[in-house]
């Protein structure tokens, strides 16, 4: 499960190199913001579109293919959303555009931002995540959008958070739950690594990873496309 790539090539070929020596051998799920502050759009989704990647739409996607606007954007990331749109190639406009909302796969649904409103919410506090059970058919929800890896469990007591550090395999168990894998290409937890999550459909299972990647060559690339400063600077800090 990949999310937030933001069309950072160097860490989503990381996160790839470092799944297939884990032993992942099923295409990618991916939780949207596919492309937006980084300075590789076409690249990235013609890896995902090699990897037979399982995707839906996040609020970068879809502002990307202008059909949202940039309003609700902060100045910095307008700024990327509209360079982004300019770079796009047809083929990379006609796979973003054909990105739906929502997914269900298994005992998941796949969502950018949250079930009752996939493309915009931010989950962020426990009264969203007990609002949101209502608006959500499956067992579990993985989502993305705030770039902070996390896992959930919806117990009757309340959201129980559990500890999501790199490498520690977490089963799945009978409460309802929720979980973000972080991002791939922007992570904003003070860890500049690559944040993603191996799932063990067989075995209940899954496992958070970090992975570290040259994000100095994506700096250098997004100072060649001119992308905004503050943008280039914060991958260095994982903010
Ligand atoms: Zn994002």
Redesign the pocket.
Known sequence: MIS?I?ANLAALEAVSEDAERSGADAPPWVLG?IV?YGPEPNEVVAHLRDAKAVAIA?N?DRAAVRSIGVEEFNPLAARAVLWTADALSEESRTFLSSLPERLKRGKFTLVHGSPRDPIWEYMVSAAALEENLEHLSTPGCLF??T?IPMLVWMKPGGPTLVESEHGKTIELGEDRFYLNPG?VG?PRDGDSRASYVLLDEEAGTVEFRRVRYDYSATQKRMEQARLPRALIARLAFGR
């Open positions: 937030d933001h913001d937006g996040g970068h993305g959008h770039h991002s922007q």
